[in-house]
C-alpha cells in the first residue's frame, strides 16, 4: 500500500504561481513513477506531468514551459511548481504513483487549484 498526501493547492489570480508537494508513504517500491493529473469540471482526468525516480520526466503540451515537476527520493515527495497560470489550469489536481515496470497505481485525494481574478 503507498499513501499519497497532496498540499499546496488554492486560489490564485491569472499569471501567478502555485506549488503543489505530495509525499508518498507506505511501501515504496523502486523504481518508481510519480505524478500528477489534473481534472477539470465535466472534463476526463489529464496527465499533467510525471518524474521518474531517474529523474526523466514527461509533460503536457499545454503546460511545457510553465510547470515543472521534481522529485525528492530520500523523500519519497513530488513537486509540481506552476507559474503563469491560466485560468484554463483550474482543476482539481491528483498525485499519481506506479512502479515504472508493472504493479499497481495509487492516488491521492486532490487538491483543487482555481485560478480566477
Known amino acids: 500500500q503507498v499513501q499519497l498526501v497532496e498540499s499546496g493547492g488554492g486560489l490564485v489570480q491569472p499569471g501567478g504561481s502555485l506549488r503543489l508537494s505530495c509525499a508518498a508513504s507506505g511501501i515504496i517500491f523502486s523504481p518508481n513513477v510519480m505524478g500528477w493529473y489534473r481534472q477539470a469540471p465535466g472534463k476526463e482526468r489529464e496527465l499533467v506531468a510525471a518524474i521518474t525516480s531517474g529523474g526523466s520526466t514527461n509533460y503536457a503540451d499545454s503546460v511545457k514551459g510553465r510547470f515543472t515537476i521534481s522529485r525528492d527520493n530520500a523523500k519519497n515527495t513530488v513537486y509540481l511548481q506552476m507559474n503563469s497560470l491560466k485560468s484554463e489550469d483550474t482543476a482539481v489536481y491528483y498525485c499519481?504513483?506506479?512502479?515504472?515496470?508493472?504493479?499497481?497505481?495509487?492516488w491521492g485525494k486532490g487538491t483543487l487549484v482555481t485560478v480566477s481574478s
Open positions: 499519481h504513483w506506479r512502479p515504472e515496470y508493472y504493479g499497481m497505481d495509487y
